[in-house]
């Protein structure tokens, strides 16, 4: 099993370029999401998806967006990268949803990072 | 809102004990925590559920107290192979708030021979 899988590893773009980061787990799990990663502000939630089809703003949504046709993948647009990008991104996905009878644990891709000049 | 982990970092040696506490402003239904070694993934340690239930994983340990709000992970005659940083991980009780689990700033730990 290869877990969650993210690339690129790392990106550079110029201010207002666009780009995909790609995400795709082979667990079968309903749930994924992006974070963010900066330095002393923990993990910020972006954007998830409980299910093909459906998907949901976390506390950063801005300047993001996101789509789920298939169980397997999560990709996150950047629509016109800023500075204020800059930063790791991870995809992590779950067995169960956060909030259902169970909870179960994130599984943590190995991140992308990403700077925007 | 994030949760507010403290201390924000903490030097120990090896066999001694510390303690981290993670504290939310709103009623929780669940707290995560993870660890994180420097340039990796962040990697799953425990979930707590409301109902005060302490778990444990090797010689970490963990409560959860929820009139308090907080949980608090207990790293037990620690080893070198504990350093990094630790996330407490949030999920609010009001399940209007949607499936999301909010992580709080970490906590550095060193762990020194």
């Known amino acids: 099993n290869a877990g969650v899988t993210q690339t690129p590893k790392f990106q550079v773009l110029k201010t207002g370029q666009s780009m995909t980061l790609q995400c795709a787990q082979d667990?079968?799990?309903?749930?994924m999401s992006w974070y963010r990663q900066d330095p002393g502000m923990g993990l910020r939630l972006i954007h998830y998806?409980?299910?093909?089809?459906?998907?949901d703003q976390g506390e950063v949504p801005n300047g993001y967006n996101v789509s789920r046709s298939t169980t397997e993948d999560f990709p996150l647009r950047l629509l016109s990268a800023a500075p204020s990008q800059t930063s790791v991104y991870f995809c992590?996905?779950?067995?169960?949803?956060?909030?259902?009878?169970?909870?179960?644990?994130?599984?943590f891709g190995n991140g992308t990072r990403l700077t925007v000049t | 809102q994030q949760p507010v982990q403290s201390p924000q970092a903490v030097i120990l040696r090896e066999g001694e004990d510390a303690v981290i506490n993670c504290s939310s402003s709103?009623?929780?239904?669940?707290v995560h925590w993870y660890r994180q070694k420097h340039g990796e993934a962040p990697v799953f340690l425990m979930i707590?559920?409301?109902?005060?239930e302490q778990k444990g994983h090797d010689k970490i340990s963990a409560s959860f107290n929820e009139k308090k709000q907080q949980s608090s992970l207990y790293l037990t005659a620690s080893q070198l192979s504990y350093s990094g940083t630790y996330f407490c991980?949030?999920?609010?009780?009001?399940?209007?708030?949607?499936?999301?689990?909010?992580f709080g700033g970490g906590t550095r730990v060193l762990v020194k021979p």
């Open positions: 991980g949030t999920e609010w009780l009001i399940k209007a708030a949607g499936n999301k689990l909010t």
């Open positions: 992590a996905s779950s067995s169960t949803p956060i909030g259902s009878s169970y909870n179960s644990p994130l599984h």
């Open positions: 998806s409980v299910g093909a089809g459906i998907t």
């Open positions: 707590l559920l409301k109902g005060g």
């Open positions: 667990m079968n799990h309903e749930y």
């Open positions: 709103k009623a929780l239904y669940s």
